[in-house]
Structures are given as structure tokens and as C-alpha cells.
T-cell receptor
Framework: EDQVTQSPEALRLQEGESSSLNCSYT??????LFWYRQDPGKGPEFLFT???AGEEKEKERLKATLTKKESFLHITAPKPEDSATYLC?????????FGTGTSLTVIP | DAGVTQSPTHLIKTRGQQVTLRCSPK?????VSWYQQALGQGPQFIFQ???????QRGNFPDRFSGHQFPNYSSELNVNALLLGDSALYLC???????????FGPGTRLLVL
């Protein structure tokens, strides 16, 4: 069964304390893996698309990596404005599967 | 460049009623997908429309139906509403052949 699992469910960090979020997946025929940021009551905001194992992408304090079975979102020296829920999604064919997200809180 | 827009922003219905939600894709996009997001959960894929046809469907009953118009905008219709249909309904658009989807702000549906 195709599925996406994110861990941890929630993460509290002090400002400047770097960490990583995990997304593991089991799908047949991966076409892409996506990371989104979602603020409460709003639609997901696109961050990254990864297509193949070994690929990495960076944007400001965020870096996403991909292996054959999982992806990591590394957050370096986070700031309070990075507080949000981070969602991982995979595409298999024309079907999309989302994880339940990691709720990140960065404390000043 | 306008992003994905959705209307209405909020909606309250009672059980058994029908609802129609609307979505306009990002400029240049021709593919629209709909998602249901319950509180505290990730978005669940409902279906995707391309060239005015339903191209892929998730695990949702036939009460959920949709339409895509020649200008690529789309509607999501839900019949015989249940309390469990209360959720944030998200529309996402993309360009055929490019996998990345961009989401709208969503429509919050409350069924009483």
C-alpha cells in the first residue's frame, strides 16, 4: 500500500537550534517528492521538488535531501518565523499522497 | 501574476445539502487537483482534472464530483453532505508534464 509517514509529529526548537524532519515513503513508481510549508488555516506553500535519490535542494535556512526510501528537511539556525507545519507529499502516477506533517515551533 | 484562487473562503451547510466550491488555477496552468484536509491531518487527494476530464481519482465516494471548464477553472461538488465532510478543501494547479503543484488558500466547509 502506498503511504507517506512523517516524523516527528511535533518538534520544539530554540532559536538557532538546527534539526531535521523525516519523511519516509512506500510508493511504486515515484514521480516526485514535494515539501510544503503550511501556516494555520492557510493553503500549503510550495518549498521543494525532488525527483531522484541523491538530489538536494536549498532555500534560505532549509535544505531537502532524498534517498530511495526517505527524505529529510534540514533546518539550520531556525527563527521563530519558521514555525509552521511542514508537509511531505509523493506522486505516483497521477496520484498524490501526503503525510500528516510535522508541526515545528521555534522558541525565541 | 495571480496565484491559485478559491471561493468562497468559508461555508456553512447542513447535513443532506449540496455544495459547490470553485477554483481558478495559477496563470499558465492547465491541471487542477482537489484535496480534503481534516483538522490535524494531511491533505487527502480527491481527484485531478486535465483537459476537462477526470484523470485520476482518490478514495472518495461518488458524492464527490467535479468539473473543469475550457478556461481551466474547476468546480468541486459534494452531494448529500455528512458531518464528516467538514474540512478545509484545497485546490492545487500545475502545468501538464510538470509535477509541482501550487495550492490555493482553501475553502473551509462546516457541516452542521
Amino acid at each position: 500500500e502506498d503511504q507517506v509517514t512523517q516524523s516527528p509529529e511535533a518538534l520544539r526548537l530554540q532559536e538557532g537550534e538546527s534539526s531535521s524532519l523525516n519523511c519516509s515513503y512506500t510508493v511504486s513508481g515515484l514521480r516526485g517528492l514535494f515539501w510544503y510549508r503550511q501556516d494555520p488555516g492557510k493553503g500549503p506553500e510550495f518549498l521543494f521538488t525532488l525527483y531522484s535519490a541523491g538530489e538536494e535542494k536549498e532555500k534560505e535556512r532549509l535544505k531537502a535531501t532524498l534517498t530511495k526510501k526517505e527524505s529529510f528537511l534540514h533546518i539550520t539556525a531556525p527563527k521563530p518565523e519558521d514555525s509552521a507545519t511542514y508537509l511531505c507529499a509523493v506522486q505516483a502516477g497521477n496520484q498524490f499522497y501526503f503525510g500528516t506533517g510535522t508541526s515545528l515551533t521555534v522558541i525565541p | 501574476d495571480a496565484g491559485v484562487t478559491q471561493s468562497p473562503t468559508h461555508l456553512i451547510k447542513t447535513r443532506g445539502q449540496q455544495v459547490t466550491l470553485r477554483c481558478s488555477p495559477k496563470s499558465g496552468h492547465d491541471t487542477v487537483s482537489w484535496y480534503q484536509q481534516a483538522l490535524g491531518q494531511g491533505p487527502q487527494f480527491i481527484f485531478q482534472y486535465y483537459e476537462e476530464e477526470e484523470r485520476q481519482r482518490g478514495n472518495f465516494p461518488d458524492r464527490f464530483s467535479g468539473h473543469q471548464f475550457p478556461n481551466y477553472s474547476s468546480e468541486l461538488n459534494v452531494n448529500a453532505l455528512l458531518l464528516g465532510d467538514s474540512a478545509l478543501y484545497l485546490c492545487a494547479s500545475s502545468f501538464a508534464g510538470q509535477e509541482t503543484q501550487y495550492f490555493g488558500p482553501g475553502t473551509r466547509l462546516l457541516v452542521l
